[in-house]
């Protein structure tokens, strides 16, 4: 048998052991354990030795920790300090790179919208495939919650990430089995920071930072501009009169207008600023032998480098530990935020990426000969658009207002904003009943509020709402969350040691949102809905409601450490699907060959270290997503006219049920040189069944939404994960450590609803880049084939299915074979459209280099990621023959001087040559790069100075974001995702803001 | 574990099993079916709209993808999103709308019984039936009009639509191949000779006469497909039910349709004259929806609109046709100048939002010159009947264009002025290009556009891919 105890906040212990007892083990998080012999000594002494292998440290697992030596499953893990001064909005942004099997997208350079996480691949189609975010034991809600399109809303900015201590990535069955259910797409464990005993400890960090726009389109200036379209009308009457038309378009591009007034205006200049951010973290945290605690208050207040893009948060947690009696504690969490988000309408979020008053797209299509400004100092408008300027729309002569915002006056008078107000927490007790079994329940609760608002001044109004419009809505996300688990570890023989966890868990959710619309201000004086306006409509009401009940159970075996075992189930009940319950579980098993004899008395043991082989199977589900009331067939309510109406709303499936995936995973640990390189490497096999998908219903059959949700459908995710860790030098001065990570992914869809279906997912719903279907990676691109430009006359070369070459001359004779000349049909997506893909990059990690010289350490740190495509739409845009401003490289057109040109004969109103009107391949791109994500430079004050002001610890920094790109690809930036997190819709890129830079200078002093 | 939990109740939706427990539900449903019809994307808007700028009296100046530049310069391909497929998604939503409500009449009708219902319930059930079955047939008369070739080529014989007459509320029966064009009419002709016979003759109110359907609305929607058909005999036979030999032009039953005496108070205040036979209504809490508004489109910036389009003004143009004079009504109350463009204010209620002018369906005076016109193309010489009607609704807005017999000299002549009027009548009421294509006559080119000929590979709008990708049995056109 065997007795303890630990020691007080001094390290001080006492305690009583029977004769028989020979020797004291000593351990300690993070160190090696030593053995004492006890001989006849009273007082025992010792100094643990630090250990470098990571071995020992707790991992959190789903309702409990583990010692990474002793886990099967695969768990990735961060600490806090490594993301603790990026200048994000929300933790989950900072992750990037950072973990081995966790792909990070920044979808755009909007703040605070909601990165795409993607563990080990795209793990369902119609439902989220982003893992579950579990903060402190409560899941969280997570994904863009704004119902105004223009501002993003990240409901995990409700934390504040100075707060968490830890993060830890459940990818395989085993890890993620206990979360049953929702954890198809992983989980994310965050952990928050606890109190120590016997420490005193305030720490104040800040940092400055600025952020600018980098790698922006380059576009004509008015001089380039006038010479492009009005040779492109020439070239359309050319056309025209080549057909035997009426050849009479203005050349009306100018550059002057009737009263001498001409501009040259680079539109960036009005959308784009230097962005400020601050950030200010206070906090105090201690304990005494029976109570620990951790408090903060933060504040940060972000303006990003678009005009009117802002971001504040106001935080403040207090997390507590009390020892009630020697076998009862009891815990509180409890962080309480309010966040601010503001933004203008950037076209890159809410699916807006064709609206015409997205500054994405705005500066890169205005023409540069309008001014902003009339000589008088007001904007130039007419109406809602920006005014004609001095330009003559060629087909009617008459002044050519071009049905566009102009920037200035949306920037000056609208406003869109999301505000969250956050109470997320628990309440926990433990009660240790006998020894090694602990009875633990926790109550948790996580509530935001979310007041969205958008205001259009009359002065611009919206194209389609001319008479201004102030919008709001609220909204509440409620969740209560009581688990109660019970475990019991125990050793027979000092070899076998068991733990058994048995629990159950129930969630309550419930949202609401309600909201209205008013339109056609009194007067312009009022800006906020509360003023007088004509008319009122409802908006954006919304109810929902879900509940998932769970019994679970977790036992771990291990016997002498040496061989591991494991095993999860779980039974999930959940009010969304017809068929409610669901069975998961997972099994892992585990062997530390290096803990064997032969090997730890083997010639090679002092130079490998570490050889532990793991292995799991298991299956688990997938309900994040799903709408609450899906599978009913119901009816809602509306209007025709002044009458209300009752219409037939969804067509439920009365067989719906859980997304399953079966997930395996072959592994292994490793140690060298006494551990001075160390890692893991996985072999991952995800197959995703019974995918919930809409069964595409033919549009003609009328049902609502033309979809009716259905099990159907298969994918497979397989790849490999290597992590490593070199500590390439150490010494007393000089410390240089590399580590890196990556992860490759082979995403097929193996069935879909139907035979040879063809599932596409457009963008804005104006265009559709990706399909999906069986034997490709999901979305990937359809583009019909360039051959590039016609050196004889300058067409568009687009190679057909059956082998014809067509060439396309606008407004002319159209669509003509190469070959002869004669008319032929024009190319099509569908049936002369080619794959490209994947969409979603196959391999991608982290490389991370840190020095330390005595006080100074530099941090390189690098993200990659590749072997993608994108379909760059913007690109389209870029070169379209309409009014639209062109990229500078339009200069390398055909004319009959440059036969050899990059681009098509310009001809006015062209919008198939450049793309805009057919998907082409000229348009698709490669995606890899590598990106300087974070460099960083920092010098930590000397010990015996600090001490003499009675400071622990002093560090001040500078650091760049997003410092370099290295890329091939030709847009604004390869991380772009205009589909956001959309399944099926990754690698398209149109008209949506790219990431800034952004430099920051920190300091953070502890006491 | 609480077993309920697990059947949350939703708030704000109903169960399918509760709809047809009680008249009031019943009577919601009946509103809906209209709803979906006028949907924006379909006849509450946007398909009145490109019916208009397919032809050539209008010029699209916004170059703009969603307000239908590819429906006025005749690119439209199977994945256009706004016209192509949204169009064909929002008519057969309306139609299985209808078909559901429909079949839940039938399966329901154990439960009309008193007291939840009225004793004389069956006979209200047999008017929902009536409107569902004039719906339906709108919506199938309304997608010929733009997804197959006109019934006069090939007399019907031509691909028409897929037909759906049963509620789809499962996944079963994607595939279902198209009726000839044919077919499609017949049924459509079924359901409104169905519709006449069960509709009240009045609804009671001049709002319900003009946004619920009635008997003579069933009448008047036939002269319009029998005159697509080039049924000129059924049409005098329909149109003769409501249109008297002589003037006062009233409809002698139902609802006193009637020629107005001012064309311009037929589109002011609540547009509700009885001269609107059928009309969508709107109001701030039902409006079309985004760029759908025909006052969006057609007025200019300074007018409340969007300009996304100007009236012709170019040869071929109706602004510049002589028989439409300076002094006409329509052209003074109709025609807005500004700046250098003219603009169509037929719908007056633009800025400030929320767009509530009424989508027109039919009026009393296109079944008067339904009538003439079918009236003059089978009598030879100048019928004076169609020559009285014709100058009836003329002669309202122009007195002094009224055409004489002397000086039309022939039926061609007067089937031609009859074609005029209506351009000039029923301009931005998506009537033109119907119009020209029931004749299978090319579609005129405008501005930098050609001319699309009937054997144009786009005089008919390509049937969406969406449709071709689920229902194997589809073809294109």
């Known amino acids: 048998g065997s007795q303890g105890t630990s020691t007080d906040a001094d390290g001080k212990y006492t305690l009583s052991v029977p004769e028989t007892a020979k020797a004291l083990v000593f351990s300690f998080v993070g160190y090696d354990s ?106 969280a809600f997570s994904g863009n919650s704004s119902a105004v399109g223009s501002v993003p809303n990240n409901p995990l900015s409700n934390l504040n990430p100075a707060d968490i201590e830890s993060m830890d990535v459940l990818k395989d069955a085993s890890a993620t089995a206990i979360y049953g259910s929702r954890a198809a797409g992983g989980v994310i464990l965050v952990t928050t920071k606890k109190g120590r005993r016997g420490q005193s400890h305030l720490s104040y960090d800040t940092w400055v930072g600025w952020s600018k726009p980098v790698r922006l389109y380059e576009v004509l200036g008015a001089q380039d501009y006038v010479t492009i379209k009005n040779e492109a009308v020439r070239n359309l009457n050319a056309n025209r009169k080549s057909v035997g038309a009426a050849a009479t378009n203005v050349e009306g591009f100018k550059l002057t207008d009737a009263n001498g007034v001409s501009a040259d205006t680079r539109w960036y200049d009005y959308i784009y600023r230097t962005g400020f951010a601050q950030s200010h973290n206070l906090n105090f945290s201690g304990g005494t032998e029976k109570t620990t605690f951790y408090s903060s208050v933060g504040y940060t207040d972000q303006k990003g480098m678009i005009v009117n893009n802002a971001f504040q948060r106001v935080s403040a947690r207090l997390n507590v530990d009390h020892k009630v009696f020697s076998n009862f504690s009891v815990g509180m969490r409890v962080g309480y935020s309010n966040t601010h988000n503001s933004s203008p309408n950037t076209g890159s979020v809410g699916d807006n990426s064709f609206g015409s008053a997205g ?40 002044p050519f207002v071009i049905g566009f915002i102009n920037p200035v006056v949306d920037l000056a008078g609208n406003r869109f904003n999301s505000d969250g107000s956050e109470i997320q ?60 688990t019970a475990q019991y570890d125990r050793s027979f023989n000092e070899k076998h040691n068991f733990s058994l966890l048995l629990g159950n868990e129930q969630q309550t959710t419930n949202v609401q949102r309600w909201g209205a619309v008013r339109t056609g201000v009194a007067d312009p004086f009022f800006t906020t809905f509360q003023g007088n306006f004509t008319t009122i409509t409802p908006s954006g009401n919304f109810q929902g409601a879900n509940y998932l009940v769970s019994f679970f159970g977790r036992l771990n075996y291990n016997f002498d450490r040496k061989y591991l075992a494991t095993v999860n189930v779980r039974r999930d009940g959940y009010s969304a699907f017809a068929k409610k319950y669901g069975n998961f579980y997972g099994a892992s098993l585990g062997y530390v060959v290096s803990e064997e004899g032969f090997w730890k008395n083997a010639a090679f043991a002092q130079a490998f270290s570490l050889l532990k082989i793991t292995g799991s199977f298991g299956k688990v589900g997938n309900n994040q997503g799903i709408d609450d009331f899906v599978s009913l067939n119901t009816y809602a309510s509306g209007f025709y006219g002044a009458n209300s109406t009752l219409y037939f709303s969804n067509a439920g499936n009365p067989n719906l049920a859980w997304e399953v995936s079966r997930k395996s995973d072959i592994g292994a640990s490793f140690g060298f040189l006494q551990d001075r390189l160390r890692g893991d490497f996985s072999y991952y096999n995800n197959l995703v069944d019974g995918l919930i998908l809409s069964v595409p219903q033919a549009p003609s059959k009328g049902i609502p ?43 097929r869809v193996l069935s879909l609803a139907t035979e040879g279906q063809r599932l596409p997912t457009s963008t804005g719903g104006l265009e559709t880049a990706n399909f999906t279907q069986v034997g490709n990676s999901a979305g990937q691109i359809l583009a019909v084939k360039s051959l590039g430009v016609n050196p004889a006359n300058g067409q568009r070369m687009i190679q057909k299915a059956d082998g014809t070459v067509a060439q396309y001359n606008h407004s002319g004779l159209g669509w003509t074979n190469v070959a002869d000349g004669k008319p032929t049909a024009a190319p099509n997506q569908l049936t002369d459209g080619v794959y490209y893909g994947p969409v979603l990059p196959t391999f991608y990690g982290g490389f991370d280099n840190t020095f330390r010289y005595k006080g100074l350490d530099l941090g390189l740190f690098v993200q990659f990621s590749g072997g993608n495509y994108i379909y760059n739409g913007t690109k389209s845009g870029l070169h379209d023959q309409r009014f639209w401003n062109n990229e500078v490289d339009i200069m390398d057109r055909w004319t009959e001087t440059n036969t050899n040109a990059k681009w098509p004969r310009v001809v006015y109103t062209d919008n198939v040559s450049n793309g805009s009107a057919l998907v082409m391949s000229s348009n698709v791109e490669k995606g890899d790069f590598a990106r300087l994500r974070q460099v960083s430079l920092g010098y930590s004050i000397a010990q015996p100075l600090l001490e003499r002001v009675k400071v622990a610890n002093a560090r001040i920094y500078v650091q760049v974001q997003n410092a370099a790109l290295l890329t091939k690809y030709s847009g604004i930036d390869p991380e772009i995702s205009t589909n956001g997190a959309n399944n099926t819709g990754a690698g398209v890129d149109r008209n949506s803001v790219g990431q800034a830079r952004t430099y920051t200078v920190g300091f953070n002093i502890g006491f | 574990c ?198 009240p003759l009045n609804n009671g109110s001049a709002t319900l006469n003009v946004t619920r359907a009635h008997r003579n609305t ?112 329509r052209r003074t109350s109709f025609v807005l100048v500004s700046g250098t463009e003219s603009y169509l204010k037929k719908y007056p209620t633009g800025a400030p939002a929320p767009y509530t002018d009424k989508a027109p369906v039919i009026r009393y005076a296109e079944v008067m010159l339904n009538l003439a016109e079918a009236r003059a193309r089978t009598t030879s010489g100048v019928d004076p009947q169609a020559l009285l009607l014709l100058n009836a609704v003329r002669g309202r807005s122009n007195a002094a264009g009224v055409y004489t017999a002397a000086g039309l000299t022939s039926a061609t002549a007067l089937v031609d002025a009859i074609l005029l009027e209506r351009r000039i ?23 930098s556009i050609s001319a699309v000929n009937p054997t144009d590979m786009n005089y008919v709008w390509p049937i969406p891919f969406t449709e071709l990708a689920t229902n194997k049995l589809m073809t294109r056109n």
């Open chain 1, 705 to 747: 939404l033309d979809r009716i949700l259905g099990n159907v459908g298969s994918m497979r995710n397989t790849g490999v994960e290597l992590n490593l860790t070199y500590n390439a030098f150490q010494d007393k001065a000089f410390n240089w450590t590399v580590s890196g990570n990556v992860t490759t992914l082979k995403n």
């Open chain 1, 359 to 398: 500054l994405g797209r705005v500066p890169i299509l205005l023409p540069p000969n309008l001014a902003p400004y009339n000589p008088d100092g007001t904007p130039n408008a007419s109406g809602p658009s920006i005014g004609a300027g001095p330009n003559i729309n060629p087909a009617t002569g008459g």
């Open chain 2, 2 to 199: 609480q077993p309920d939990k697990l059947d949350p109740k939703p708030e704000i939706l109903f169960s399918d099993q509760v709809v047809f427990s009680s008249p009031a539900r019943i009577e919601l449903q009946a509103n809906n079916m209209y709803a979906y019809v006028k949907s924006g994307t379909f006849l509450g808007g946007r398909f009145q709209i490109y019916n208009d700028i397919r032809a050539n009296d209008f010029i699209n100046l916004r170059s703009n993808g969603v307000t239908g530049t590819g429906v006025w310069n005749h690119t439209l391909t199977e994945t256009s999103q706004n016209d192509v497929i949204n169009t064909w998604g929002a008519g057969y939503q309306a139609i299985n709308q209808i078909n559901v409500f429909l079949d839940g009449l039938d399966a329901n009708e154990s439960k009309f019984i008193a007291p939840t219902f009225p004793a004389n319930y069956a006979a209200k059930a047999s008017n929902y039936r009536g409107e569902g079955r004039l719906l339906r047939a709108l919506c199938y008369y309304s997608l010929l009009q733009l997804y197959a070739r006109p019934y006069v080529d090939g007399n019907g014989s031509k691909p028409g639509l897929p037909l759906r007459l049963n509620g789809q509320k499962d996944d079963k029966g994607n595939d279902l191949a198209r009726s000839s064009v044919g077919d499609v009419y017949k049924q459509i002709l079924e359901d409104l000779d169905f519709a006449e016979k069960n509709l």
């Open chain 2, 425 to 447: 009548e029923f301009l931005g009421e998506g009537i033109r290009n119907i119009d020209i294509m029931r004749l299978n006559a090319p579609i005129p080119g405008k501005g």
């Open chain 1, 425 to 484: 927490g628990s309440v926990s007790a433990d009660w240790e009943v006998i020894k090694g079994l602990n009875l633990r329940t926790q109550y948790g609760i996580n509530n935001i509020a979310f007041e969205d608002q958008a205001f259009y001044t009359s002065l611009a109004g919206t194209l389609s709402n001319p008479g201004g419009e102030a919008d709001n809505y609220y909204r509440t996300n409620k969740r209560t969350n009581w688990q109660n």
């Open chain 1, 34 to 139: 030593k053995e004492v012999a006890i001989g006849d000594q009273s007082t025992i002494n010792v100094t643990l030795k630090v250990n470098t292998t990571g071995l020992d440290e707790v991992v959190v697992v789903g309702y409990g920790t583990q010692a990474r030596r002793d886990l099967t499953g695969s768990v990735a893990s961060v600490s806090g300090k490594q993301i603790a001064t990026a200048p994000v909005q929300s933790f989950d942004q900072a992750l990037q790179g950072r973990a081995s099997g966790v792909n990070i997208t920044t979808p755009n350079g909007v703040l605070n919208n909601p990165p795409v996480i993607r563990i080990r691949g795209v793990n369902s189609i119609s439902l989220s495939s982003g893992p579950l975010i579990v903060i402190d034991g409560i899941p």
């Open chain 2, 218 to 329: 069933a009448i008047a929607l036939k002269t319009r497909v029998y005159l697509s058909m080039a049924k000129y005999d059924d049409v005098i036979r329909e149109a003769n039910k409501l249109v008297p030999a002589v003037g006062p032009f009233v409809a002698p039953t139902g609802v006193p349709n009637a020629l107005n005496a001012s064309v311009a108070a037929v589109f002011t205040g609540t547009q509700e004259t009885t001269e609107s036979i059928l009309s969508f209504p709107f109001t701030s809490q039902d409006q079309p929806g985004t760029q759908n508004q025909a006052a969006y489109y057609y007025l200019p910036q300074n007018g409340g609109g969007n300009g996304e389009y100007s009236l012709n003004s170019g040869a071929g143009g109706i602004l510049s046709n002589a028989a439409w004079a300076a002094t006409d009504a």
